[in-house]
C-alpha cells in the first residue's frame, strides 16, 4: 500500500511514519508537509535513506500539489495529520489556523474524492470542549469547541464527515487526547516543563493547575490509528486516549520527580483565556476493536520527560533559535508578574 502522511515532519506524524515503515515492511510512504516551525526534517533522520520513504514540501491547501503528489506515487491511503496545533498559538495568531486545519482539510477531501482515495483525519478530543466532571466524552457527542484551534479542527471534522454522508467518500476519524513522547515541539506543556526543568528554569503553570488532562503516549495514539485503519468501520469516528486524566499539578510533579528537581521551579502564571477545565473521552469503541494502550498517563509523562532529559542534541537548536521569540511573548510578562508556588 502507498500512503501519503501528511504533517509527517511533526510530532505525532513523524513517530506515526516510524511506527508504520516498521510495521508494515511492504509499504511506502509520501511525507506531504509545509515544514512550518513545528515540521522538522529530522524528526526522521534516520529513515531519509530509505526507498520506502520520500518527502513532498507542499501545503494541504494546495490543491495543484496535493493532486500531484497522490497520482505520482499511486497513493492509496491519505493521513492527515497536518495542522497548526498549539492553542496558544492559536490564540496569538488565530487565522492560519483556519486556513491550514480547515481549507487545507477540504482541499484533501477534494483531491481524495477526485481520485476516489480513502482518508484517514486526524482529529482531537478538544472538538467535545470542556467536560464537567462525572461525564467522559463519546463519539456521538455534539462538538462545542472553545478556542480558535479547536473550533478550526471541529470544523475539519464537519466537512470530512459531509463528505462521507454527502459523496460516501470513505473516510474514518480518530479523537486523540494530549500526547507526549519523543519529537513534540517544545512549546507544548510536558517538553517545556521537562527542558525548562533541565536548564533550571521556571516551570509556568498556568492559573491554579488544576485543569485535567489524558496525558496519552504518542506510541499508543500511533496503534490507535493503526486499528482504525486496519479494522476501523468507514464512515466512524473514535477517540484514542487512556481513559484516565490527572491534574497539570500532578503532571509537573511527574517531570520533576523523574528529573531529581525541586518543587520550587513552579511558578503559577496568568491563566490562558478560555482554558478548557478538563477533557476526558471514553475510549470503548477502540477497545472494541482490541486495542489496548501500552501507557498510563503516569508512564507516559515519566518516559517522555527521560526522553528530554536524553535527547538535549534534538531541543537545544530548537530552543536556541526562533522559539525564542515566541517563548518571550508568551512568557516573559507572566512569568515577570507572578510569585513561585
Ligand atoms: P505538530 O505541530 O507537531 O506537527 C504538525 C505538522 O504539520 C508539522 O510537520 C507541520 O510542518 C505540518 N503542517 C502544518 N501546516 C501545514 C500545511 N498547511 N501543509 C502541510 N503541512 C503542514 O502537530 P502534532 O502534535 O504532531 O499533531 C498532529 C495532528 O494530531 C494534528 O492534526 C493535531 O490537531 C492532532 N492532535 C494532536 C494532539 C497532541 O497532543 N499533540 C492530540 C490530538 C490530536
Ligand atoms: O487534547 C489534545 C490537544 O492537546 C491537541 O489537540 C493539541 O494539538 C495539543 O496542543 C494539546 O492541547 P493542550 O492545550 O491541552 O496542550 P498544551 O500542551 O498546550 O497544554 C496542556 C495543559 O497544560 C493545558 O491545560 C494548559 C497547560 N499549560 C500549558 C502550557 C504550554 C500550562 O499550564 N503552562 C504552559 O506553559
Same mark, same amino acid.
Given at each position: 500500500m502507498n500512503l501519503l502522511i501528511t504533517g509527517g515532519c511533526g510530532f505525532i506524524g513523524s513517530n506515526f511514519v516510524r511506527y508504520w515503515l516498521e510495521s508494515h515492511p511492504r509499504d511506502r510512504i509520501v511525507v506531504y508537509d !509545509? @515544514?512550518? %516551525?513545528? =515540521? +522538522?526534517? &529530522?524528526?526522521l533522520h534516520d529513515l531519509?535513506?530509505?526507498? +520506502?520513504l520520500s518527502l513532498v514540501q507542499a501545503d494541504i491547501a494546495d490543491m495543484d500539489a496535493a493532486r500531484r503528489a497522490c497520482c505520482e506515487n499511486q497513493i492509496d491511503l491519505i493521513v492527515n495529520f497536518a495542522a497548526e496545533t498549539h492553542v496558544d498559538q492559536s490564540i496569538l495568531g488565530p487565522l492560519i489556523f483556519t486556513d491550514t486545519n480547515v481549507r487545507g482539510t477540504h482541499v484533501l477531501l477534494e483531491v481524495a474524492r477526485e481520485l476516489g482515495i480513502r482518508m484517514h483525519h486526524i482529529s482531537t478530543d &478538544?472538538?467535545? =470542549?470542556h467536560i464537567p466532571d462525572g461525564h467522559q466524552s463519546v463519539e456521538t457527542d455534539p462538538l462545542a469547541p472553545r478556542s480558535p484551534y479547536a473550533a478550526s479542527k471541529a470544523a475539519a471534522d464537519q466537512l470530512v464527515q459531509a463528505y462521507y454522508i454527502t459523496y460516501s467518500l470513505p473516510v474514518t476519524i480518530t479523537r486523540g487526547a494530549n500526547n507526549v513522547g519523543p519529537?513534540? %515541539?517544545? &512549546? !507544548?506543556v510536558v517538553p517545556l516543563f521537562a527542558t525548562n526543568a533541565v536548564l533550571g528554569e521556571a516551570l509556568p503553570v498556568y492559573g491554579d493547575g488544576l485543569q485535567m488532562r489524558d496525558y496519552a503516549h504518542v506510541y499508543d495514539h500511533c496503534t490507535g490509528i493503526e486499528t482504525v485503519l486496519l479494522r476501523g468501520e468507514i464512515g466512524q469516528v473514535y477517540n484514542v486516549g487512556t481513559g484516565r486524566e490527572m491534574t497539570n499539578l500532578e503532571m509537573v510533579n511527574i517531570v520533576l520527580e523523574t528529573l531529581g528537581q525541586? +518543587?520550587? @521551579?513552579i511558578q503559577h502564571v496568568t491563566d490562558r483565556p478560555g482554558h478548557d477545565r478538563r477533557y476526558s473521552m471514553n475510549v470503548d469503541k477502540l477497545r472494541a476493536l482490541s486495542w489496548e494502550p501500552k501507557y498510563d498517563p503516569w508512564q507516559a509523562v515519566t518516559e517522555a520527560t527521560r526522553w528530554y532529559a536524553q535527547n538535549r542534541a534534538w531541543w537545544e537548536p530548537i530552543r536556541n533559535g526562533e522559539f525564542r521569540e515566541y517563548y518571550d511573548r508568551q512568557y516573559a510578562e507572566r512569568l515577570a508578574g507572578t510569585r513561585k508556588a
Open positions: !509545509k @515544514l512550518t %516551525y513545528a =515540521g +522538522r526534517r &529530522e524528526n531519509w535513506d530509505s526507498p +520506502r &478538544e472538538v467535545y =470542549g519529537f513534540q %515541539y517544545p &512549546e !507544548k525541586d +518543587r520550587s @521551579l
